[in-house]
């Protein structure tokens, strides 16, 4: 127990020597009543209008002026900053006309709707600190007719590029209420659905080949991006096909690696690590022709984009993710049944359990491998479009991105078990939403993987893992 | 297209800052991996603690430099620590998981805002590194042909450079004590080591901490040299960076780290100059590659050199194949 015990002490001293400690209980202290999403500017009074920008490219516009007027006086105005930030303390509630400078914004940039430049009546109730979109595109673009009447407006931290889009929280201050906890689980629910999907093959992989795959990630994007493309221009494939096409290129891609890539490499008999290194080559080339090939924007499916909430008891939650989460839970039992019932899902849980066991009993390894990388590379394709779909962008590390927190629900279940894989990314969904309780959305993928790394401290064969010797 | 200005733009890539940086966070990757076996992808965690060491000490706190220094240094050991007690036992993939993720948690902190008051969050510190500029002894720029460094580069250059041959040979001198005997021996078979009577977890333990010091000065290099810290710089494709750069050169050889890094700067320099010169002459239709574009290739170079190396020549330029072993089991 001592070095455990050390090594808590340890994380503890370098929490409060980096400072994030430190600041952190200075933060908590003085946190102000409104704003529980802080914005990198600090609120200067009661109220404010603030926002970012953003480019038709997803980057932020800077140096872009915004005035603010009440009854035709100037009330205040800002300038965006680095980041595309800006905001417009005020001097008081009420109703207020929002203009933004055109001659500031930058070359080959324009409002989406006609007339776009300027919001009016926006409403800003006391106490509150309300975000505003002006929604930019690029000149080639043509302009939009303007939408009647309020301007768009949300409230949550959506737009600066954060996953969190619980729709309840429209003013700040809120405590742990009990609605923000069912919202926040079913929120944590949704994610820790789709890693799971992503997760099992990647758990299943490792099981029947030892091999940690680290490619498995961009199987993620490359589902996302080919849904993405098939379902806009020129095609405008209904995006649920798109997804089952997405489903299919994943699992030929990965069972085409399979046969070109790692089934020769197994035969040549390389090492593990070798192999394992393999992967991250593997991971880089193609996460940076995805790059490449789709380049850095942040893009959004075009259908389902939008849509209401539904009102269902305590909880808000949109019909889009109400079905991606059902769907998700639904791919999983489905995939036990396969594993349960099928003569392939017997014969795989025989590979990961003893390679040579499972040989020597007539099992024919290599195609029980092959279909677990067809299997599970299509899981993740279709993982990434319903990632995308959720968090409302598609881009070209979204994958990389997933992959840290799918290592943390694999190891967290038990590397090499499906059903632990399912648990465990379920647990690791949780954790992130539910830490935006207490702590800002931006660290929430920093709580999973400091889950990761206590898991391994206390129980490293992980929960559902076998008692077998780690180490 | 003028070849002479793509060929001085590599060369200097080759002898340059960025390339003494990377080679010296190599030489602790290499005494983690290539002498002792351990899988650390989270060098770029190291070297975050070691930048922001330094610059949280002069910005923050005003505290000098130099104890800057030894603050970062000093938080590299407590990071090692902090990652290896748990993991150490463990397999080698479960480090490699532990580590990735150890880095990544550590960038999450230094940006959030919650850390802003210190770290300066998304916008990172700058300005801190004047005491170093100040003792430069260059005062004129040096050009060789075509080749033009100007005194800062110059005098980072040789800082950096004559780290790199200091911490060189103290990995020599290590490697080659009864001290890196056991070390080499734990890497080759940990049950053997363990069933001599040594202490494999207290080894691997060593071997962490000191790279990762090695790691947390590149780390405060790379601070110093650009004057500015920011903690989107410290992702892991750097570690993946400093892998491609140690296998290239071989992993379990004292020069390889360096011989590594002047080669992969020459290549990736090399490429993307002639990338850019290629489709500003348009030799190359910018519809077929765009500017921002190049930036990418490079990493799509460095995934598929990783790639083909570990599958054709895992030993590397300088490595004995039959020297690094690289399974576990």
């Not at chain 1, 930058?106 to 800003?124: C, I, M, S």
């Not at chain 2, 080659?176 to 734990?186: E, I, T, Y």
Request: aromatic share 8%; proline share 4%; hydrophobic share 50%.
């Amino acid at each position: 127990m001592r070095p455990r015990l050390m090594a808590i002490l340890a994380a503890l001293v370098l929490l409060f020597l980096t400072g994030a400690g430190t600041a952190s209980a200075a933060v908590v202290g003085a946190a102000p009543a409104t704003g529980h999403h802080p914005a990198a500017l600090t609120a200067a009074g009661d109220q404010s209008l603030k926002g970012t920008l953003r480019g038709p490219d997803g980057k932020p516009v800077s140096g872009v002026k915004i005035t603010a007027e009440q009854k035709g006086q100037t009330v205040g105005s800002a300038t965006s900053n680095a980041e595309g930030q800006w905001q417009i303390p005020l001097p008081g509630p009420g109703e207020f006309n929002l203009k933004l400078d055109v001659s500031t914004l930058p070359k080959g940039v324009q409002t989406r709707d006609k007339g776009g430049e300027v919001l009016e009546a926006v409403v800003v109730a006391p106490q509150q600190q309300r975000t505003v979109i002006f929604p930019l595109i690029s000149t080639s673009q043509p302009q939009q007719a303007k939408p009647g009447a309020a301007p768009q407006s949300t409230s949550g931290p959506g737009q600066t590029g954060d996953q969190n889009q619980s729709g309840a929280t429209a003013e700040g201050g809120e405590g742990v209420s009990l609605s923000r906890v069912l919202q926040l689980v079913v929120e944590g629910l949704k994610l820790g659905a789709i890693i799971a999907i992503t997760a099992v093959g990647l758990s299943l992989i490792f099981g029947t080949t030892r091999l940690i795959n680290f490619a498995h990630g961009e199987l993620v994007t490359i589902g996302a991006v080919v849904a993405f493309w098939i379902s806009t221009d020129p095609g405008n494939v209904p995006l649920v096909l798109a997804g089952v096409a997405a489903l299919v290129v994943g699992g030929l891609l990965a069972g085409g690696l399979d046969l070109g890539l790692w089934r020769p490499m197994r035969r040549r008999g390389t090492g593990l690590i070798q192999m394992f290194i393999i992967s991250i080559g593997l991971s880089l080339f193609l996460r940076y022709l995805i790059l490449v090939l789709f380049s850095g924007r942040r893009e959004k499916y075009a259908q389902y984009a939008l849509q209401p909430a539904m009102q269902l008891g305590p909880i808000t939650i949109t019909p889009r993710d109400l079905i991606v989460t059902l769907a998700s839970f639904a791919i999983l039992v489905l995939v036990a049944v396969l594993l349960q019932r099928t003569r392939m899902g017997k014969a795989a849980r025989a590979v990961a359990d003893n390679k040579d066991l499972a040989e020597a009993s007539g099992i024919d390894v290599d195609r029980v491998i092959l279909s677990i990388w067809i299997i599970g590379g299509g899981l993740a394709a279709l993982g990434g479009v319903f990632y995308g779909v959720t968090q409302g962008a598609v881009y070209w590390d979204m994958g990389f991105n997933l992959l840290l927190l799918m290592f943390a629900g694999v190891i967290l279940g038990g590397l090499g078990s499906a059903y632990g894989a399912m648990v465990g990314s379920i647990i690791v969904g949780l954790v992130s939403q539910l830490s935006n309780l207490w702590f800002p959305p931006s660290l929430q993928n920093a709580w999973a993987l400091l889950v990761l790394i206590i898991v391994l401290l206390v129980r490293p064969q992980g929960i559902l893992g076998r008692a077998e010797r780690a180490g | 297209m003028n070849f002479m200005d793509v060929l001085s733009n590599a060369l200097r890539g080759a002898f340059g800052a960025e390339a003494a940086i990377y080679a010296l966070a190599a030489v602790g990757l290499n005494l983690h991996f290539g002498f002792t076996g351990l899988l650390n992808f989270g060098h770029v965690g190291f070297m975050l603690v070691g930048a922001y060491g330094v610059a949280v000490s002069v910005s923050t706190w005003g505290l000098s430099l130099w104890v800057g220094l030894l603050i970062g240094i000093g938080c590299s050991i407590v990071l090692a620590l902090i990652l290896g007690i748990p993991t150490l036992r463990l397999r080698g993939d479960y480090l490699a998981i532990a580590t990735i993720a150890g880095a990544e948690v550590l960038r999450y902190f230094y940006r959030s805002d919650w850390a802003a008051p210190i770290t300066g969050g998304v916008y990172g510190l700058r300005q801190f590194a004047n005491e170093f500029f100040a003792l430069n002894p260059y005062s004129s720029n040096l050009e060789l042909g075509p080749l033009l460094f100007s005194a800062r580069n110059l005098w980072v250059m040789t800082v950096g450079w004559s780290l790199v041959v200091l911490t060189s040979l103290l990995v020599y001198l290590l490697v080659h004590s009864p001290w890196g005997r056991v070390l080499r021996a734990v890497r080759e078979d940990e049950l053997a080591a363990r069933s001599l009577g040594k202490n494999v977890y207290a080894y691997k333990m060593q071997s962490l901490v000191l790279g990762g010091v090695i790691g947390g000065l590149a780390g405060a290099l790379i601070a110093i040299a650009t004057q500015s810290v920011n903690p989107d710089n410290f992702n892991p494709a750097v570690t993946f960076y400093l892998w491609a750069i140690m296998i290239l050169g071989g992993a379990s050889r004292i020069l390889g780290p360096i011989l590594g890094s002047i080669i992969f700067w020459f290549l990736a320099t090399f490429l993307d100059s002639f990338l850019r010169n290629a489709t500003a002459s348009g030799l190359i239709s910018p519809d077929v590659i765009s500017g921002p574009d190049v930036g990418a290739l490079r990493f799509v170079f460095v995934g598929l050199c990783l790639l083909l190396l570990m599958i054709y020549r895992p030993a590397g330029i300088l490595g004995d194949p039959k020297e690094l072993r690289l399974d576990v089991r």
